[in-house]
């Protein structure tokens, strides 16, 4: 088009790269990704009103499928090793979100908790000033959003890096806001719309998934500690637990 280069590289910072090439790489890389969808099932409309039963079911179960391999290829492993460190030394874990992730956030809490480690999930947009005054260098924040693009998420985030806090982003690719101001991301797998969609199948099977490798890897660090630290506690609570099921069955 016969733009200047001087152009080129003021647009590719004015969009939060550092130069032209940045920018274009970003692009490239974005755009290997949308169309190199393997899907057979639509994420938005992966059944319509004439599907039988039986259609659905191996639709949604495809689409599933479809959503976490699509994560696995996504994820940078070392971006993913520096987040559960992260949380090793963490004093404490706060998780901003909300809408119908919360049900992933809240069995990764439990999950945590089973093995001695306190997560805080924080969905009332009200509260967040307080936990910025209880966030310190102990504190791993972690942000979860589809889009990248809430309000009241950003100004969290915003507000937590101006004191120099590091924020993690859990978020769908191409750059949004969000991934911007994070220190650290984990890219979501990004195949559905906004709203134009029956359900959010294929995000919230991302984010679950996410949150499960979160809590593998870091009950991977120290394996026989939190081994031993779950029996005997589901031992102590779940005593009264029977099954005449032999698969169930525990040894004696």
Partial sequence: TFTSPSTTVRLAQKLGFHGWKELKNSLIEE????????????????????DSFDIITNSIAKLLCDSILD????????ELEKIVH????????YIYGYSTIISSLQHFKIKMRSIGKMVTIIIDTDQFPYYIDLTDQ?????????????EALI???????????????????????LSKLADITLPLST????????????SHESVHFIFELLFSCFYSLNYNYHYQHNVQRSQKLDYERISTVQ????ND
């Fill in 155 to 177: 100004k969290q985030v915003k507000e937590l890096r101006l004191l120099n806090y590091d924020c993690i982003a859990i978020t769908s690719i191409g750059g949004n806001t």
């Fill in 191 to 202: 195949r559905e719309k906004l709203y134009s969609k029956i359900s959010d199948y294929s």
């Fill in 71 to 78: 994560t696995v290829h996504l994820i940078n492993q070392d």
């Fill in 31 to 50: 755009l290997t990704y949308i169309n190199s969808s393997q899907n057979h099932v639509d994420p938005n409309m992966p059944f319509d009103e004439n």
């Fill in 247 to 250: 698969i169930l069955k525990e």
């Fill in 138 to 150: 102990y504190t791993c924040s972690i942000f979860v959003s589809y889009s990248g693009e809430s």
């Fill in 86 to 93: 992260k949380i090793d030394n963490a004093k404490n874990i």
